[in-house]
């Protein structure tokens, strides 16, 4: 029997979870699904991603707002990806902050990957007529951007840490809690999608940017909040560790005139012993390799996905 393509048989509702992580700092996990966050400004408030429609983010608003009736005020996407990004308007009218690279991304493929991760993920896409189109940032930078909380509430940092899970990824950092939401460059025990990604950029420099800012807290993109230093070097060791794997059997498997289909082959028996048991490691792991495969043969750029290239790469690899 094949496998059902990506995760469209994963139709379970999981449980949310909201963790108060410093005061007026809080993040909700979801069992593997996207997670989000929000910070209190001193009467404002900042909100860290989006998720795939106005409805599924108006239920998170709703928890939210059993802790705090302040107004939004800033909406930080981490990158571009439809799943983070395409609930925006449940946020209101607020200033809605990305990086130039995710401004440019959108415009070149934002249709294309909406459409994409919709047959991929559908689960995810809550009354989806409800979308009223892209989104679209109304402030991006290049480098870094801080937004005062006021108050005794020190800082938001927004950094761009180097090319990883795509061209523009940010984080946001509260240095004065000590606490980092990382987006998709970490992932706490939840698979790496790496389809649009710079696999050698991420895994080294990076990282090495991430794990410098000495978070004691971090919110992955997945997976549960890591909490202490010990867990968010933990939290960025195995997202390193998964991307070293696929480099070395990627690279083996090209250097000896072996097919995308023989590295996808190496590639999944590596990792599964250790992560094959977590969130929505069979559905990225076809695209994960087809994009490294990709990035080694000197395609510098991620080609954009599709609804029928994702079908195609499914079966030629996955099925």
């Not at 980092?180 to 080294?204: I, K, M, P």
Request: aromatic share 10%; net charge negative; with cysteine.
């Amino acid at each position: 029997m094949p496998k059902p393509f990506a995760s469209s048989a994963d139709l379970e509702q999981k449980e949310q979870t909201l963790e108060v992580l410093a005061d007026g700092v809080y993040a909700l996990t979801a069992e593997g699904d996207p997670n989000v966050g929000a910070i209190e400004g001193e009467d404002f408030l900042v909100c860290f991603e989006a998720l795939a429609t106005p409805a599924a983010a108006r239920d998170w608003l709703a928890v939210l707002r059993e802790h705090t009736d302040k107004p939004i005020r800033f909406l930080v996407l981490s990158h571009y990806h439809a799943v983070r990004v395409l609930g925006a308007s449940a946020f209101g009218d607020v200033t809605i902050i990305a990086h130039d690279r995710t401004r440019s991304l959108i415009r070149e493929r934002g249709l294309q990957d909406w459409e994409s991760e919709y047959g991929r993920m559908p689960r995810l896409f809550k009354e989806p007529e409800g979308i009223p189109g892209l989104t679209w940032p109304t402030l991006t930078f290049s480098d870094t951007l801080t937004i005062a909380l006021g108050g005794d509430r020190g800082d938001l940092d927004l950094a761009y840490c180097g090319r990883g899970h795509t061209e523009g990824d940010i984080v946001a950092w509260l240095p004065k809690q000590h606490v980092l939401f990382a987006g998709d460059l970490v992932e706490t025990q939840a698979a790496l999608y790496t389809g649009d990604a710079f696999h050698r950029d991420w895994a080294t420099g990076t990282l090495d940017h991430v794990d410098s800012f000495g978070a004691r807290t971090l919110v992955g993109g997945r997976g549960a909040v890591a909490h202490g230093r010990e867990a968010v070097r933990a939290a960025i060791a195995q997202t390193r560790d998964f991307l070293d794997v696929m480099i070395t059997e990627v690279t083996r498997v090209k250097d000896r005139g072996g097919s995308l289909k023989d590295a996808f082959a190496a590639v999944h028996a590596v990792l599964a012993p250790d992560y094959g048991g977590w969130p929505i490691f069979e559905h990225c792991l076809p695209f994960d390799v087809s994009r490294l495969w990709d990035e080694l043969a000197g395609i510098e750029r991620p080609r954009i996905w599709t609804a029928e290239r994702d079908r195609e790469v499914w079966a030629q690899l996955q099925d």
